[in-house]
């Protein structure tokens, strides 16, 4: 069985500029979330989604987005790119209960310059 | 808020030796999921082990076990004859079974593990 695929693994983007991430998760998993990972703030939770609705959001500016589709894939998106916002996202899924295990992907590096 | 403390930034292991990481959470709920996780240079993060909070046996998956205090909201993994390959760093998770916890880890800062051949 596949894991949780992310893409691109890598990209660079320039300040002002947004980015869009895609994650596809495990086959059967309805629940997609996100966390950003940065050196200084360690792992944050940005969103959670389930069946196309947002269940949770973390503290995060509105320039962070996300979005869920019909067959559980899942975007995030990124308006007005500030340094800061350069980080490792990680895209995780699990069957979409409170007692499931979140399993996660490799993680997109996105670099802001 | 639930928060989840790791004390220690680094350890380091002699091969085939035991070593234990420290978690410690704050929290006022009653029922919860915590969670080892493992991120290798590689950067995925790979699930080591879990326990459910309403469990009071400890967890245990190889060489990897758990001790599990609830009242004093402790969490330690102990990896015992330990490999190269469990060098990586490690993040204690913590998961609520209610409200806005739901749905999200919460994360301690990780400790880094080193493993000396």
């Known amino acids: 069985k596949a894991g949780v695929t992310q893409t691109p693994r890598y990209l660079i983007k320039t300040r002002g500029q947004q980015v869009t991430l895609s994650c596809s998760p495990i086959s059967g998993h309805r629940s997609v979330s996100w966390y950003q990972q940065t050196p200084g703030q360690g792992l944050q939770f940005l969103f959670e989604?389930?069946?196309?609705?947002?269940?949770n959001k973390g503290n995060f500016p509105g320039r962070f987005s996300g979005r869920q589709f019909s067959n559980s894939r899942s975007e995030m998106n990124v308006s007005t790119l500030e340094l800061g916002d350069s980080a490792l996202y990680l895209c995780a899924s699990s069957p979409g209960t409170n007692r499931d295990t979140i399993y996660f992907g490799e993680g997109s590096w996105l670099t802001v310059v | 808020a639930q928060t989840v403390t790791q004390s220690q930034p680094e350890m380091s292991v002699q091969e085939a030796e035991t070593v234990t990481l420290s978690c410690t959470y704050d929290t006022s709920e009653s029922d919860y999921y915590l969670f080892w996780y493992k991120q290798p240079p590689s950067r995925q993060m790979i699930l080591v082990i879990r326990q459910e909070a309403y469990k009071q046996q400890n967890a245990t998956e190889n060489r990897f076990s758990v001790n599990f205090q609830k009242a004093a909201k402790s969490f330690s993994l102990k990896i015992s004859d330990s490999q190269l390959g469990d060098a990586a760093m490690y993040f204690c998770a913590y998961r609520g079974d209610s409200g806005g916890s739901n749905y999200k880890l919460t994360f301690g800062k990780g400790t880094l593990l080193t493993v000396n051949p």
């Open positions: 989604y389930f069946s196309e609705t947002q269940r």
